[in-house]
């Protein structure tokens, strides 16, 4: 699990103690390293919220890209969720 503040806390200590041996050392960063892997986050989408029309799709990335839209405010005009906005802008929309 990450924990980047302890991380931090432990490279500057580092940083702080050059007479820390190297063996220690390694140890210290190896630890720190550990705390800086996160999880991917295991979101999903409700399958009933549909996905976008190429129109749909379409007009998402021209609000986004063109106007300046929020991608809530485009889902809200939609219809639609705003994950669904998202991946259309973004490119990763599902067919």
């Given at each position: 699990m990450s924990n980047i503040p302890r991380a931090r806390e432990l490279l500057e200590q580092l940083l702080a103690n050059p007479m820390i041996m190297y063996a220690e050392r390694n140890k210290i960063v190896r630890e720190a390293l550990e705390l800086m892997h996160r999880r991917k986050a295991k979101f999903r989408?409700?399958?009933?919220?549909?996905?976008?029309?190429?129109?749909?799709?379409k007009q998402a990335r021209h609000l986004r890209n063109k106007c300046g839209w929020s991608v809530?405010?485009?889902?809200q005009t939609l219809?639609?969720?705003h994950g669904r906005v998202s991946e259309a802008v973004r490119g990763k929309a599902h067919t």
């Open positions: 989408v409700s399958k009933e919220i549909k996905t976008l029309t190429p129109r749909q799709k809530l405010r485009i889902a219809g639609t969720n």
